[in-house]
């Protein structure tokens, strides 16, 4: 069974930094891509990051693009996002995810594995 943890949510102030990670198990991790998302209060789950297989190929949304990285570390089945310059808009879940593919993608619907989510709170 696939399980995706997610780590390293919690409240910082506006122009602080946070860096999120996501620990997988349950198959091997180097040969999927893997996504961040966020889901705000009100709105629907929007994609933040991808990053294929091999951590060469990077897709990042236009929320937070510029503010953002994406990192994967697969001797360690963890993938991380370094968010900086946070703004209060950025408050949300932040969820992982991991698709069956190999390519990056903005899809929700093409990641079928889930973790549960992490909390980040940007307060003015």
């Known amino acids: 069974q696939v399980q995706l943890v997610e780590s390293g949510g919690g409240l910082v102030q506006a122009g602080g930094s946070l860096r999120l990670s996501c620990a997988a198990s349950g198959r091997p991790f180097s040969p999927y891509a893997m996504g961040w998302f966020r889901q705000a209060p009100g709105k629907e789950r929007a994609v933040v990051a991808s990053?294929?297989?091999?951590?060469?190929?990077?897709y990042y949304g236009d929320s937070m693009k510029g503010r953002v990285t994406i990192s994967r570390d697969n001797a360690k089945n963890t993938v991380h996002l370094q968010m900086d310059s946070l703004k209060p808009e950025d408050t949300a879940v932040y969820y992982c995810a991991s698709r069956d593919g190999y390519a990056t993608s903005a899809v929700e619907n093409e990641y079928p594995y889930w973790g549960q989510g992490t909390q980040v709170t940007v307060s003015s």
């Open positions: 990053i294929s297989r091999g951590g060469n190929t990077r």
